[in-house]
């Protein structure tokens, strides 16, 4: 069974940190592209970083960057998402994403199969 799980989210203070971590089951991440995208309420999903298969490049959204960083462990067939000095705007909820097409995008409409998010909540 193809499965994609988050894990990691929870409670944060302003300038705080969290892990996230997007494990597969039942198929290989090496062969696919990973996007990690996010929604807030009343907000639609947006693209939040993505990492390339065949380069290793990656990708972020502009107000994330220099913040964020997108990681593979191979070994565990996992994606990480290192989200460090968080603001109360990333507060939502987190989901990876498997893209089986060739380079990274942050459309949700590429990607084909989504875990079932995880909350981060940044608030004081």
């Known amino acids: 069974q193809v499965q994609l799980v988050e894990s990691g989210g929870g409670l944060v203070q302003p300038g705080g940190s969290l892990r996230l971590s997007c494990a597969a089951s039942?198929?290989?991440?090496?062969?696919?592209?990973i996007g990690w995208f996010r929604q807030a309420p009343g907000k639609e999903r947006e693209g939040v970083a993505c990492h390339e298969r065949s380069t290793g490049s990656t990708y972020y959204t502009d107000s994330v960057k220099g913040r964020f960083t997108i990681s593979r462990d191979t070994g565990k067939n996992t994606v990480t998402l290192q989200m460090n000095s968080l603001k109360p705007d990333d507060t939502a909820v987190y989901y990876c994403?498997?893209?089986?097409?060739?380079?990274?995008?942050?459309?949700?409409?590429?990607?084909?199969?989504w875990g079932q998010g995880t909350q981060v909540t940044v608030s004081s």
């Open positions: 039942g198929f290989n991440l090496d062969y696919y592209n």
């Open positions: 994403a498997t893209r089986g097409e060739n380079g990274c995008t942050m459309r949700t409409r590429d990607y084909d199969y």
